[in-house]
């Protein structure tokens, strides 16, 4: 485990009409609060990151439809984790919330043969109020030397 590296198991409900997944509770999460939300498709074999936030956390929710490979690594400095590198499967095999914290790099492959949704709460407004900030991203996928590479 990654210290700060939060994920929650997500029970799937189903019943005659469908299925249900409480994804988020602020009572489980006190200190975590969400400033806005956005859903990703991912296709088959594509890989989105790895990037990593100075300031931002982010709250994943891989319910499915679909199944990614999610690799995290450490890079903050003092952190008793750090250098140390997590790779599960989330989605519909494994639904799952997991809280990313800054400085946290972090990527996700879909891995299973139709397209993979993922939801993201994260703790700041892309590009800040009025979108009018720098985004709070280190873009790892854009160098060539990254030592966050996934397969």
Same mark, same amino acid.
């Given at each position: 485990m990654i210290a700060g590296v939060i994920i929650k198991n997500i029970n799937k409900y189903e019943d005659e009409r &469908?299925?249900?997944m409480e994804v988020f509770r602020s009572d489980e999460l006190d200190d975590f609060k969400p400033a806005m939300a956005?859903? !990703?498709l991912t296709k088959p074999g594509v890989i989105r990151g790895p990037h990593e936030h100075v300031n931002q956390t982010? =709250? @994943?929710? @891989? !319910?499915g439809p679909g199944n990614f490979s999610l690799h995290l690594w450490d890079r903050r400095d003092g952190s008793l984790t750090r250098d140390e590198k997590m790779e599960f499967e989330? &989605? =519909?095999a494994n639904p799952c919330l997991v809280i990313v914290p800054p400085?946290?790099?972090h990527a996700y492959k879909c891995i299973s043969e139709e397209a993979a949704q993922s939801i993201n709460l994260?703790?700041?407004l892309y590009k800040?109020? &009025?979108k009018r900030?720098?985004?709070d991203e280190i873009r790892w996928e854009n160098n060539l030397d990254s030592p966050y590479k996934i397969k």
């Open positions: &469908g299925w249900l956005y859903v !990703s982010d =709250a @994943f929710i @891989f !319910s989330v &989605g =519909a400085g946290v790099v994260p703790n700041k800040g109020k &009025g900030e720098t985004v």
